[in-house]
């Protein structure tokens, strides 16, 4: 990952609420990116644009649902290739990281406030999580 990628990418994990910053900032998620790279035989540009493109989920600019799409078109991967590195990233990246944020968010007791936004958001968690 360039230093600028890095730098980029490290202004906009502050800008994430402080569990998600930690569960991001806890994984290392770079260098997993990166021997998943390597596994797929990326180029080292390559690798920073698969890199950016894991980043821009983690931090939640782009949906999942796009990510191999993304890889495909940005990194230059078929779409194969790119499918089997999503598949990669979701099970040794955002799965772990997920979880992470989850056990955080069922840990906490919740006051009422939050209970009533999370009956009303239909179920989304992200209602325990302070800003």
């Not at 910053?21 to 997993?32: E, P, R």
């Given at each position: 990952?360039t230093e600028?990628?890095?730098?980029?990418?490290?202004?906009e994990i502050?800008k994430?609420p402080?569990?998600?910053?930690?569960?991001?900032?806890?994984?290392g998620?770079v260098?997993?990116t990166?021997?998943i790279?390597?596994?797929?035989?990326?180029t080292?540009?390559?690798l920073n644009?698969?890199?950016?493109?894991?980043g821009?989920?983690?931090i939640?600019?782009?949906?999942?649902?796009?990510?191999?799409?993304?890889i495909?078109n940005?990194?230059?991967?078929?779409?194969e290739?790119?499918?089997?590195?999503?598949?990669?990233v979701?099970?040794?990246?955002?799965?772990?990281?997920s979880?992470?944020?989850?056990?955080?968010?069922k840990?906490?007791?919740p006051?009422?406030a939050?209970?009533?936004n999370?009956?009303?958001?239909g179920?989304?968690?992200?209602?325990?999580?302070?800003?």
């Amino acid at each position: 990952m360039t230093e600028q990628l890095k730098q980029k990418m490290e202004e906009e994990i502050i800008k994430l609420p402080k569990e998600r910053q930690g569960a991001i900032n806890a994984f290392g998620w770079v260098k997993v990116t990166e021997e998943i790279g390597k596994k797929h035989l990326l180029t080292e540009s390559e690798l920073n644009d698969f890199q950016l493109e894991t980043g821009l989920v983690l931090i939640g600019l782009v949906d999942f649902s796009s990510y191999a799409l993304n890889i495909e078109n940005n990194v230059g991967t078929t779409e194969e290739e790119s499918t089997k590195i999503a598949d990669e990233v979701f099970d040794e990246v955002f799965t772990p990281i997920s979880k992470s944020i989850e056990s955080f968010v069922k840990s906490k007791d919740p006051n009422w406030a939050q209970t009533v936004n999370f009956i009303i958001s239909g179920g989304d968690y992200s209602t325990f999580i302070e800003q």
